[in-house]
């Protein structure tokens, strides 16, 4: 069966230090991969999508990257955190074709101090 | 571009009393939907999703969602509400990306509480 993992869970980092957050996929191939960033109170907003090694996608400006190295894995970045970089970040996965839903990971709770 | 409203932020409900949470779509083409259950530090867990056929769609844990495509809309609905369904719940539409693949847009969730 398919499991997504995201890590840490939590995270709590000054302001201008560097992140890496990382999502990897297992029991499928070539998935579409996503970063989602959720602020209280706004919902869930796509930061990342990548529909293959190499291929990222922004849907937004901001002060984070994002890198698919492999094909399961899904790296979420930045070089200077800024305090309204803080939020819950999600990782998602979809397989290729109609009907299949999206599974998301655990979650990590990034607070910028 | 497409969206998602969810009208109701919070709803208050009673432990055995019915639920129906609002969702209401925009959306050219015909709409994959999805309903989505957060619990609190959690990530989401799928409910149901709609891509086609019957418009009366049955999910996990007893919910059920109906399209209405005249009405532009996805209400989900439980007939008897549990003490642990009280979590946040997003509904989502899917639309195709340009270069490839989908992605959900989410409306900003309804906070469920329930009342023993």
């Known amino acids: 069966s398919q499991t997504i993992h995201q890590w840490p869970a939590t995270l709590v980092q000054p302001v201008g230090s560097p992140l890496s957050l990382e999502c990897t996929v297992e029991g499928t191939s070539n998935p579409n991969l996503y970063w989602y960033r959720q602020a209280a109170g706004r919902g869930l907003q796509l930061l990342f999508y990548s529909v293959g090694i190499g291929q990222i996608s922004s849907e937004v400006p901001q002060n984070l990257s994002a890198s698919r190295p492999q094909d399961r894995q899904f790296i979420l970045s930045s070089k200077k955190l800024l305090l309204s970089d803080s939020g819950f970040y999600l990782c998602?996965?979809?397989?290729w074709g109609a009907g299949g839903g999206y599974t998301f990971g655990s979650g990590t709770r990034l607070t910028v101090v | 571009a497409q969206s998602v409203t969810q009208p109701d932020i919070h709803i208050t409900v009673s432990e055995g009393a019915s639920l129906e949470l609002r969702c209401n779509y925009s959306y050219g083409a015909t709409p994959y939907l999805f309903w989505y259950v957060q619990s609190p530090g959690q990530g989401l867990q799928l409910l149901l999703k709609?891509?086609?056929?019957?418009?009366l769609v049955q999910g996990i844990k007893g919910f059920e969602a109906e399209f209405k495509r005249s009405q532009s809309s996805f209400n989900l609905r439980k007939p008897s509400v549990h003490w642990s369904d009280a979590a946040e719940y997003f509904c989502?539409?899917?639309?195709?990306?340009?270069?490839?693949?989908?992605?959900?847009?989410f409306g900003t969730g309804t906070q469920l509480k329930v009342e023993l």
């Open positions: 998602a996965w979809r397989g």
């Open positions: 989502a539409v899917g639309e195709g990306l340009t270069g490839g693949g989908n992605k959900l847009t």
């Open positions: 709609y891509f086609s056929g019957d418009t």
